[in-house]
């Protein structure tokens, strides 16, 4: 049996075949379920029992090198197809799916044609700040947990160079150069010393807003925030302004949208409670326009500000963040058919 098998390996060796039609004769023969190598594992029980160890040895050796031997030859042969393929130039191409927008970027540009539709220009600025743009000139007091390392990236060797927190760095950048009325919108990328969760994330973006003239009040506010979000949850929805606090305004305020899922009924997304935050706003504070070389006097602004993270989140029912910045297109191409 011993030299059969040899002899079966030796064919196997020298074997030369001219088209692909003859590897699959040739996996008949020796790997099918009728091949010779099932009719050798079927012989095996009639191999003496001091011979049983080579000749099981053997056959498997085979079965291997037969196995190898096969896809080689079905891989040069298909791999040749493909060459001559490329050869012929009239062939067509292969059909290309083209890029999607990302989500983030939607609901980015969704909130930026709603506030043009008010009047609100886009300005941008870096992302790379200095301690005066993001902190002292927003009325962070010198000791604000914010400044702490804990929260912001600094440069390691100069404190007074950082990323970001928020937007309203450009905000200041503005004021400082142009006097009102101003009326503008600022999305971009922020960085917050964050631990890496379903919820939060060391990136993420704004967009805040700003407008800035004379006799500008809350009423403008309230009225500006109520087109926005029932341009963007739909006519229906109704809003509530809760108290807060912020440094660079006074008075401040966290902005509710009521539950677009539920209608505001409550539900599992609302927790119950009909109601979704969605933005802190509130009338920049006096010290704060003087600051950047507004006369408080003369001007008074409302400002807000949101994450795109958050918005879109709501908006297409997605639990994770981290989905946002792995770029998995299969998470990305879900959004094809939302612009
Ligand atoms: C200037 C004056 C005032 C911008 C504002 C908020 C309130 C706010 C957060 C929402 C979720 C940031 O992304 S978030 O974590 N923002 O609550 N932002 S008022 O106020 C400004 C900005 C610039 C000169």
């Known amino acids: 049996m011993l030299e ?30 009728k091949g010779l190598l099932n009719q050798l594992f079927a012989d ?8 049983k160890k080579a000749v099981g040895q053997a056959i498997n050796e ?23 393929g490329s050869d012929d130039l009239t062939m067509p191409a292969e059909p290309m799916r083209p890029g999607t927008r990302h989500p983030l970027s939607i609901v980015r540009n969704e909130i930026i044609e709603i506030f043009a539709r008010l009047g609100f220009t886009v300005a941008e600025g870096p992302e790379i700040e200095d301690d005066w743009h993001v902190f002292s000139a927003l ?30 760095s450009v905000q200041v950048r503005v004021m400082e150069k142009t006097q009102p009325p101003i009326r503008a919108i600022f999305p971009g990328r922020v960085f917050r010393n964050e631990a890496i969760s379903a919820r939060a994330h060391c990136i993420f973006h704004q967009i805040e807003g700003l407008y800035v003239d004379e006799n500008v009040s809350f009423a403008d506010l309230k009225q500006t925030l109520l087109y926005f979000s029932r341009e963007l949850f739909g006519e229906k929805t109704q809003i509530r302004l809760r108290p807060s606090y912020f440094p660079f305004t006074e008075p401040s305020a966290e902005m509710d949208v009521s539950c677009s899922i539920c209608g505001g009924k409550g539900c599992n997304v609302c927790k119950y409670t009909g109601w979704l ?5 509130g009338m920049v504070d006096p010290n704060v326009l003087d600051l950047c070389g507004i006369d408080s006097k003369k001007y ?11 918005i879109a989140m709501l908006k297409f029912g997605i639990k994770d963040i981290r989905h946002f910045f792995e770029n998995d297109v299969r998470f990305l191409r879900q959004f094809e058919s939302a612009y």
């Open 4 to 33: 059969k098998i040899t002899q079966l390996k030796e064919e196997l060796e020298s074997v030369s075949v001219s088209a692909l039609e003859q590897v699959e004769e040739l996996r008949i023969k020796y790997i099918s379920k």
């Open 44 to 51: 095996f029980k009639n191999v003496p029992a001091d011979q």
């Open 62 to 84: 085979l079965k291997e090198f037969a196995l190898q031997k096969i896809n080689e030859l079905k891989e040069s042969f298909e791999n040749a197809d493909q060459q001559a």
């Open 139 to 168: 009325n962070f007091p010198p000791e604000h947990p914010a400044r702490d390392m804990q929260d912001t990236f600094f440069i390691q060797k100069n404190p007074d160079v950082l990323l970001r927190t928020h937007t309203s």
């Open 277 to 281: 935050e969605i933005l802190g706003c």
């Open 300 to 310: 008074t602004g409302f400002a807000f500000g949101m994450g795109i993270e958050r």
